[in-house]
């Protein structure tokens, strides 16, 4: 029996319904032909088996924000590294940002990344396509074009628009299509020459500062938008304790909102920045430490909805730099699962709850079958070791770019192994 495999001695873990138990899963063919919960049956004979020997056996990740460099910047990133990225992470599905040259803002190019992915990718590469034309903020792409295509939600990346009128029409028509609006919540003007989170510690670095304002006025306006015109909206992702009280109190009265967080602003604040470190240079900026402590809350409540890494691979010229003058974003496609397991390893959130955020939640949100353990599911799985240690290394990273947040990092828990459509991608040597 070829393309079959019982994974036994697990600790399943199935975030869609929040079973945590012991025991075996049969995958057959790319899919999940069975779960077992407890006792494992008898293989079949000619079936293979392979104990996990206590691990845990959890659907694949789905991140939903992840920058390349292809097309246009391939030096920094292609689909091929990313993949290899992801796979190492854990990840099985992420979402593509349109932020390339060109721009993903036509239907020739969604196909393009479509193909690309497919002949060389490990991991399910989902392309999102552009809100405005250029990522400009001026005219609207074809939605119905984009969507045939293959896009799987609308989203200006990094960009934010500015027009109240024009997100207006651009929520109109996404509804229309039933499509989800991923929309990044930053006031440019408020921004600024700001470069970090507006406080003391700014003054006292001599740095422009960004104030939370910059990201809750454009929320309200886009919460209000949403309630107008009915569409499936999610904050891309927020960084301030008033941000999620808004979210908390939107989603009171419309099911169709929610909200994401980088893993950088669960675990990091403006600290980190120290003596003007550049790879802790991300939009929005790091915030205060309370701040930080409200994300968690955030998280763990439900307010926030998805974990995701915010892979953003920058070169070295462009990092080296003054504080100031250096572009914004770090890689995390590695490190995302690991690092948020500190959450867990500290009893702040409990394992089926931050697993939650990386696969059924995104699931949903992109409208894929995904994030769950369960028959005829897809077998996009990972294995973890809970408290496997190992110390963050750029030079062990699979992405081209090495610019991470956590280097040194002491971590614990590990992915062991990734499969996808019930094959392995990645093994931890």
């Known amino acids: 029996m070829k393309n079959e495999l019982i994974i036994t001695n697990a600790r399943l873990v199935d975030p869609a319904t929040g079973k945590d138990e012991l025991g075996a899963i049969w995958l057959k063919n790319g899919k999940i032909k069975d779960v077992h919960w407890g006792n494992a049956p008898e293989a079949p004979e000619g079936v293979e088996t392979r104990d996990a020997q206590g691990n845990i056996i959890a659907p694949g990740l789905v991140d939903t924000r992840v920058f390349t460099g292809e097309p246009g910047h391939e030096y920094r990133e292609t689909l091929e590294s990313a993949s290899n990225a992801a796979a190492a992470g854990g990840v099985t599905s992420f979402l593509l940002m349109p932020d390339t040259s060109p721009v993903i803002d036509d239907g020739a190019l969604v196909d393009f990344i479509i193909r690309r992915a497919d002949a060389t990718s490990k991991v399910k590469i989902l392309p999102s396509a552009a809100i405005s034309k250029g990522l400009e903020g001026k005219d609207l792409t074809e939605f119905g074009l984009l969507k045939a295509a293959g896009a799987k939600a609308f989203t200006d990346g990094n960009s934010s628009i500015q027009s109240t009128s024009m997100l207006k029409n651009a929520f109109t028509y996404a509804k229309n299509f039933e499509m989800p609006i991923i929309h990044h919540v930053a006031d440019s003007e408020l921004i600024g020459d700001g470069v970090m989170n507006a406080g003391i510690l700014s003054t006292g670095l001599g740095l422009k500062g960004i104030p939370h304002e910059a990201e809750t006025i454009p929320l309200a306006r886009d919460l209000q938008l949403a309630d107008m015109t009915g569409v499936r909206y999610h904050a891309a992702q927020i960084s301030c304790g008033k941000a999620a009280e808004m979210i908390a109190y939107a989603k009171q009265r419309n099911q169709h909102i929610s909200a994401g967080i980088s893993i950088n602003h669960l675990c990091l604040n403006e600290n980190d920045i120290g003596s003007y470190r550049t790879y802790f240079k991300l939009t929005p900026p790091l915030r205060a430490e309370d701040e930080r402590q409200k994300m968690v809350e955030g998280l763990r409540d439900g307010t926030i909805d998805i974990l995701h890494s915010a892979h953003d691979p920058q070169d070295t010229e462009g990092k080296r730099r003054p504080f100031a003058e250096a572009t914004d974003g770090a890689i995390g496609l590695e490190t995302l ?42 077998a996009d799985l990972i294995e973890i070791d809970l408290n496997y240690p190992w110390v963050v290394s750029e030079k062990d990273f699979k992405s081209r770019a090495q610019n991470t947040a956590f280097e040194h990092a002491r971590l614990f828990g590990k992915v062991m192994t990734t499969w996808v459509n019930g094959q392995i991608v990645f093994e931890q040597s």
């Open 337 to 378: 699962l690991a690092a948020s397991l500190r959450l867990v390893h500290e009893e702040q959130i409990s394992l089926t709850a931050l697993l939650k955020t990386m696969t059924y939640n995104p699931a949903q949100l992109l409208g894929i079958d995904a994030g769950r353990l369960s028959k005829g599911a897809p």
